[in-house]
């Protein structure tokens, strides 16, 4: 039992969810050193939503919104931390929620997939073809969901999907505290935060976004910027560190 007036109370309950979730067969247990990777970061960018990172949020939910066929694909690290959030932007987005594994078995596939409509998930179900150019799992998907569409949310992802899911011509955002990782440097938008508190970020601008806003947005976006603005952040940190 992790006590609420433990300073670290947040980051200990995520690691607690994620390690029953792990149990459960739901997250991989590769998934719980990605986390670890994510946490590392969150602590040098202090813990919280950069200005930089609010604006890659507000584009991410400019991207969705002007989609024609925005999917949100899901891991196991994604669903066992963000369901409900998940659940809320596909609400304020209509985008389809495909499930998506690197380390994919039938039997996490299933698991994740009751885990996120328990969280009120419509998920998106078929059957998988090898329709991306990857020599791994992710390349299994479903032909009306990721194949097709022209914009997709790859929270967690690795370089190789990104970088194809690009090639195809899909506008690619991805969520991912590691700002120098090649996921970060392939995707059309990275939004350099944590999932959890990137996720109702979108979703909320999603709720606002408007035509011109979305325009403005998308015009002005340059993820070479968001990227080096993430950087920047952990120098200032660091610099004043033990001040
Ligand atoms: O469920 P599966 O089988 O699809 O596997 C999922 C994992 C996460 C194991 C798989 O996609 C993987 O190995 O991912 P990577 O290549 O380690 O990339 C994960 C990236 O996400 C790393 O750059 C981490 O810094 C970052 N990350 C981890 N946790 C969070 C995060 N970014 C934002 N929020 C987090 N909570």
């Known amino acids: 039992m992790i006590p609420e007036d433990h300073p670290r109370y947040r980051s200990l309950r995520a690691r607690e969810r994620l390690a029953d979730c792990a149990r459960a067969g739901i997250v991989a247990l590769e998934g719980l050193s990605a986390h670890g990777r994510g946490e590392a970061f969150d602590y040098l960018l202090g813990e919280a939503t950069t200005a930089s990172a609010r604006r890659a949020e507000e584009t991410a939910a400019a991207m ?18 963000g369901g409900g959030a998940i659940a809320a932007l596909q609400q304020a987005s209509g985008a389809l929620v495909e499930v998506n594994l690197f380390h994919r078995t039938e039997e996490r596939m299933q698991k994740i997939t009751a885990l996120l409509e328990e969280a009120g998930v419509a998920v998106l179900q078929g059957e998988a073809e090898r329709l991306l150019p990857l020599s791994h799992d992710r390349a299994l998907c479903l032909r009306e969901g990721i194949y097709t569409a022209d914009a997709v949310l790859v929270p967690l992802e690795d370089g190789d999907r990104c970088e194809a899911l690009v090639a195809m011509g899909k506008r690619v955002i991805t969520i991912d505290l590691n700002p120098l990782s090649r996921t970060a440097g392939a995707a059309t938008l990275t939004v350099v935060d944590e999932l959890t508190r990137a996720l109702p970020t979108i979703t909320a601008a999603c709720a606002a976004m408007d035509e011109e806003r979305a325009g403005g947005l998308m015009a002005a976006h340059d993820n070479q910027r968001l990227l080096r603005e993430a950087l920047d952040a952990i120098q200032e940190r660091l610099k004043h560190a033990l001040d």
């Open 64 to 81: 969705i919104m002007t989609a024609t066929h925005p999917v949100i694909s899901v891991n196991g690290n994604t669903a066992a931390l």
